[in-house]
């Protein structure tokens, strides 16, 4: 999704920017994240694929003291039990719809061999807001600004 809608809008993807690790290893995740904050311009905010990837890296920027939101937003993927315990921003999908149209498409392959295989199908998904995410702090670079007197 990250490199499919900067390449729609125009803009390179920054391959330095993705980072993989096993769910739920905390010592990949802190790897990961110290590859992020090692960058020139590390990011404002980090995107995992999984809730419980979401709350290692939580865990790795709180111990290396990153205020999260305050510095660096988190939003997991899937909207699981752990996002609801950690106040995760993440995105829910619908496993029971996942699931009935994977069943649909599976009775079509069969009552019909020849159906196509290609089927392409997007399902809606929805972000629950929660703790994690804040807007971007100002750039480490710009002046402080003062109002005009009036």
């Given at each position: 999704?990250?490199?499919?809608a900067l390449t729609e809008a125009g803009i390179p993807p920054d391959e330095d920017l993705v980072v993989a690790t096993p769910?739920?290893?905390?010592?990949?995740?802190?790897?990961?994240?110290?590859?992020?904050?090692?960058?020139?311009e590390p990011p404002t905010a980090v995107f995992a694929e999984q809730d419980e990837v979401a709350v290692a890296v939580i865990w790795t920027l709180r111990a290396t003291r990153i205020d999260v939101p305050g510095q660096v937003s988190v939003v997991g993927f899937d909207d699981q039990p752990v996002a609801q315990w950690f106040d995760l921003t993440t995105v829910a999908q619908s496993p029971s719809r996942i699931g009935r149209e994977a069943g649909e498409l599976a009775l079509?392959?069969?009552?019909?061999?020849?159906?196509?295989?290609?089927?392409?199908?997007v399902l809606p998904t929805q972000v629950i807001p929660r703790a994690t995410t804040a807007p971007p702090p100002a750039p480490r670079s710009a002046p402080d600004?003062?109002?005009?007197p009036d």
């Open positions: 999704g990250y490199r499919q769910a739920g290893d905390k010592r990949g995740a802190a790897e990961a994240v110290g590859r992020l904050l090692g960058l020139r079509s392959l069969i009552n019909d061999p020849g159906a196509d295989r290609e089927r392409h199908l600004r003062q109002l005009p």
